[in-house]
């Protein structure tokens, strides 16, 4: 099921693992108790892909964090 905008935009802030706050990428992904958290498309991905579902936000940017380089 699609999300509206609305649900988009009520998330606080932005991706908790990558702060971008862009409402057009944002999603939310669900930790193992059933706490939504708001992040973009990418982390929602790799959250989804990976082999277990995090049981804290912390738990969550460790696992699925940054992986891109900058600069």
């Given at each position: ?26 999603a ?44």
């Amino acid at each position: 099921m699609r999300m509206g905008n609305r649900e988009r935009r009520a998330g606080e802030g932005g991706c908790a693992v990558c702060g971008t706050t862009d409402a057009r990428m944002l999603a939310f992904t669900r930790l193992e108790d059933g706490t939504r958290v708001v992040v973009c498309g990418s982390h929602k991905t790799a959250h989804r892909r990976s082999e277990k579902m995090a049981r804290s936000i912390d738990e969550l940017r460790v696992m699925i964090g940054e992986r891109r380089k900058t600069g």
